[in-house]
T-cell receptor
Framework: NAGVTQTPKFQVLKTGQSMTLQCAQD?????MSWYRQDPGMGLRLIHY???????DQGEVPNGYNVSRSTTEDFPLRLLSAAPSQTSVYFC???????????????FGDGTRLSIL | AQSVTQLDSHVSVSEGTPVLLRCNYS??????LFWYVQHPNKGLQLLLK??????LVKGINGFEAEFKKSETSFHLTKPSAHMSDAAEYFC???????????????FGSGTQLTVLP
């Protein structure tokens, strides 16, 4: 089925480890983004991309890197995991904001990450 | 700058009674507004959206919301709650392309809806 696919669904890391959260979409969406969800704080934007080769920082970018080598994939890298990065991470995609104005984003099912 | 305030972090209703989830926003532009629902261990699903057309917006599963510019509100309602409506609901603001804003969406902090039998 078409949509946004995130892997893994669950992950436990030790402090200082690095890892990559994968996100792929098959809808040919230009815009992709990563959010983290923490209790009582809604979703906060980490990084986003408006197209292949273009990325930018969101609200809470520290400790995370992204790249966008293809339209389909938008991986999120944790460089050196910290307990404060324990969260649920959501990837989302949509058509270009400029072109479609009020189009909503499509979300993956999330990656639940625990840092010990 | 824009912001979204969901006035209640938790709402509890009995099955069959009306649901009201409140959302206020602030924005220098005419935004698009969305309500998303998140069931446990799932991603977010779009319930409905307002994009400067009709101010009363109907969504899926019997939900609707009314955009009131004078009150800067976008409250979500449903006439009769079902057990399956128990979930977390997010109000979301999206700036128009003319804003030039780098960020696409601003999320409220969420309202947890409990439906009692």
């Amino acid at each position: 089925n078409a949509g946004v696919t995130q892997t893994p669904k669950f992950q436990v890391l030790k402090t200082g480890q690095s890892m990559t959260l994968q996100c792929a979409q098959d809808m040919n969406h230009e815009y992709m983004s990563w959010y983290r969800q923490d209790p009582g704080m809604g979703l906060r934007l980490i990084h986003y991309s408006v197209g292949a080769g273009i990325t930018d920082q969101g609200e809470v970018p520290n400790g995370y890197n992204v790249s966008r080598s293809t339209t389909e994939d938008f991986p999120l890298r944790l460089l050196s995991a910290a307990p404060s990065q324990t969260s649920v991470y959501f990837c989302a995609s949509s058509y270009s904001r400029v072109r479609t104005g009020g189009q909503p984003q499509h979300f993956g099912d999330g990656t639940r990450l625990s840092i010990l | 700058a824009q912001s979204v305030t969901q006035l209640d972090s938790h709402v509890s209703v009995s099955e069959g009674t009306p649901v009201l989830l409140r959302c206020n926003y602030s924005s220098s532009y005419s935004p698009s507004l969305f309500w998303y629902v998140q069931h446990p261990n799932k991603g977010l699903q779009l319930l409905l959206k307002y994009t400067s057309a009709a101010t009363l917006v109907k969504g899926i599963n019997g939900f609707e919301a009314e955009f009131k510019k004078s009150e800067t509100s976008f409250h979500l309602t449903k006439p009769s709650a079902h057990m399956s409506d128990a979930a977390e609901y997010f109000c979301v603001v999206r700036l128009p392309p003319s804003s030039g804003s780098a960020r696409q969406l601003t999320f409220g902090s969420g309202t947890q809806l409990t439906v009692l039998p």
